[in-house]
C-alpha cells in the first residue's frame, strides 16, 4: 500500500500541475486576444492632427489625434467615444449596451472575453450632456482596459503632473481635469444620478471630502461644469470595492 501511495502523490500533483498549466496558458491566450483586438482598433486613432484650431498661445497642450468614427460605428453601432488618459497611456474605444451587462465579458468585437469593453452606462445620454457621466472598465491585472487606473493611487504626483483625459465625439473633443480619486463600493453615493444644482453640489462635495488627490483646486469646478466618472474594481476579484477618478470639464473644441 505505501508503495502505491509513493506512486499515487506525486502523479496528482504533476495532473494538477498539467492542469493548472493549461488553464494559466488560456487565461494568457485570452488576455493576448483581448490585447491584440484593441491594439488594432489604435489603428483608427492616428496621431495628433490639426483638425481642431490651436489657441493663439504659442505652446497648446490640448491632444488632438485624428480619428476614423466612421469606420468605428461601422464595426460596431455601440460605439459612442473614444477615451484617452494620458498619463496613463488608456486608448480605448467606449461603447454603451442596453444595459450594462452587456459589454463585461464581450470586446467591441463582440468576442467573448474576461476583458470585455470600456462602456458607458446604459442610462447616461450619449452626448454628454448629464450633469455626470458614468464610464465602466475591467481592472485587468495586465494593466489592460482600466487595469492601470490604481496607478493614481500609487503615484500621488501623477495626477499633478497629468491632470488631464480626454474624451473625443464625432462633434467635438473635450478635456478633462481629474479632481477627485478614491476607493468605495458598488451602489454607492459615487453612482447615484445628478440632476439639480443642488445634486451637483452635494455630489461634488461628497466626492471632495472622501477624495486622496491633493491637486483640487476651487477655480476646476467655477460654474459647475459637467463631470465624468472612471469606475473599475478595487481589491479582492469578485468583492464589491471600486476605484473611481472624477474629472470636470476643462476645455471643449469642435472639429472642423
Known sequence: MKKWIRIIIPVCAVMVLIVACINLGSIFMEYNRGVQEYKNLQEYVKEEH???????EEEDD????????????????????????PALEVNYPVVQGADNEIYLYRTF????????CIFLDAGNSPDLTDRNTVIYGHNMKNHSMFGSLKEFLQNEELAEESPYFYLYTEERAVRYRIVSYYTTVSGSD???SVYTDEEYDGYLKMTLQKSQYKGYQEEFTEGRPDMVTLSTCHGKAGGTGRFVVHGVVDEIREWE
Not at 461601422?74 to 484617452?84: I, K, P, S, V
Not at 463582440?110 to 470585455?116: I, M, R, V, Y
Open 109 to 116: 468585437e463582440g468576442e467573448t472575453n474576461s476583458a470585455g
Open 190 to 192: 459615487t453612482y447615484q
Open 62 to 85: 490640448f491632444l488632438v489625434p485624428e480619428i476614423d468614427f466612421e469606420a468605428l460605428k461601422a464595426r460596431n453601432g455601440d460605439f459612442r467615444y473614444w477615451l484617452y488618459i
Open 50 to 56: 490639426p483638425q481642431i484650431p490651436a489657441r493663439p
